[in-house]
């Protein structure tokens, strides 16, 4: 249910951020006042009617709303300065450590466990069966 919904979390957040960062533009052409044709992202469709500057009857509107452009392109931005102290880290971490060797472990086998001072199966009467 978890994974389910930061899914759907996520994939909301990306077609927001997909959308405000688009440039939308919407134009109409208007032919006598009335809508003849909508488009977005193109040209709107002409009613077939000369355009003329004497001929006052069509008009195209368009309408663009710009998308953002002052988003964050990277999460981990560093300067040069900061690259001085992390090269000599990287450096210490890449190089080789000494090899330790190790010796054989103590048999465990010659280990006797301690002796039960009661038995407790017997105690509990508790039998498998």
């Known amino acids: 249910m978890k994974s389910t919904v930061a899914r759907l979390f996520s994939f909301t957040m990306s077609l927001l951020v997909l959308a405000s960062t688009l440039s939308w533009t919407v134009e109409k052409h208007l032919c006598m006042g009335h809508v003849v044709s909508v488009a ?3 040209e709107a469709e002409g009613c077939g ?3 003329d500057a004497d001929n006052h009857c069509c008009d195209n509107e368009r309408f663009t709303v710009q998308g953002q452009d002052d988003l964050k392109q990277s999460v981990f931005e560093y300067a040069v300065s900061s ?6 880290a990287m450096v210490s971490i890449v190089t080789p450590l000494p090899v330790v060797e190790v010796k054989e472990s103590v048999a465990v086998h010659l280990y006797h466990p301690p002796p039960l001072p009661k038995d407790i199966h017997i105690l509990h ?3 498998l069966i």
């Open 49 to 51: 009617m000369a355009m």
């Open 40 to 42: 977005l992202f193109a």
């Open 125 to 127: 009467q508790v039998f």
């Open 83 to 88: 690259l001085v102290y992390a090269v000599p």
